[in-house]
């Protein structure tokens, strides 16, 4: 009778060594996953110092051979990492300059560089004087414009209703369903701008799915700030 209830369960000893056992696998894990998980920041790390060396010497053969611009007094080094995560202008290439924009406008952030720049190649650029009316309320909408610089006022019914800054994107709504523009945009101050046609943008967003995503992000921002501005003037 007795080794049959032995079969039926644990004795106490036998428990406790297992309570035993689990403990030390415990004790023993944690300092092996610790370091691992140290390794593998360090492994990070040096990668990341041999990105920021790398691109410490492409930013001073650029400003050495004139492609950036470097002053009299200058080194030719970069003056804060953050210069090299901007991106510099070039002095020789308009549709560099445009690459390096479009890779901070979160439309196209997730796009690789041969994709930006074909897209820097069909976007024509236009410049806006203040007051100047970019697009009219119930125009025909056939072009996205990306804002480089400047600000641009989104009015309707006489009453601006949002305001777009650099690397905002506008008339995104009248270019993909076809219909009217809801507003109208007006240029605050000067304003420098991308312009891609109907054509262009609808190629982007079926070859480029992720750029579909990121624009149906903002779209679904810009209906909630839409609502919000209506429910206040309604009060």
Do not use: W
């Not at 039926?8 to 998980?37: M, N």
């Not at 410049?127 to 309320?137: K, M, N, Q, S, V």
């Amino acid at each position: 009778m007795s080794s049959v209830r032995r079969r039926r369960g644990f004795t106490l000893i036998e428990l406790v060594v297992t309570l035993a056992l689990v403990g030390l696998v415990a004790y023993v894990s944690v300092p092996l996953y610790e370091v691992t998980s140290t390794r593998m920041r360090e492994a990070e790390l040096r990668s990341a110092l041999r990105q920021i060396r790398t691109a410490i010497d492409a930013y001073k053969v650029a400003a050495d051979t004139g492609v950036i611009q470097k002053g009299a007094t200058d080194s030719g080094y970069p003056p804060s990492l953050q210069v090299l995560v901007d991106g510099v202008e070039s002095q020789r290439d308009a549709k560099g300059q445009r690459v390096m924009f479009l890779r901070h406008v979160p439309l196209f952030a997730d796009l690789p560089p041969g994709d930006l720049k074909q897209i820097a190649a069909v976007a024509g650029e236009q410049l806006y004087e203040d007051g100047t009316f970019i697009a009219r309320e119930g125009d025909a909408g056939n072009e996205l414009l990306v804002i480089v610089d400047g600000e641009v006022g989104v009015v309707t019914d006489g009453t601006e209703i949002a305001r777009r800054k650099r690397g905002d994107y506008v008339g995104e709504m009248a270019v993909l369903d076809g219909e009217p523009r809801s507003a109208s945009l007006v240029a605050r101050g000067t304003v420098r701008a991308l312009r891609i046609g109907r054509r262009e943008l609808e190629t982007i967003l079926r070859e480029r799915p992720e750029t579909s995503h990121a624009m149906l992000v903002v779209l679904t921002r810009r209906v909630r700030e839409l609502s919000r501005a209506a429910a206040a003037a309604a009060r």
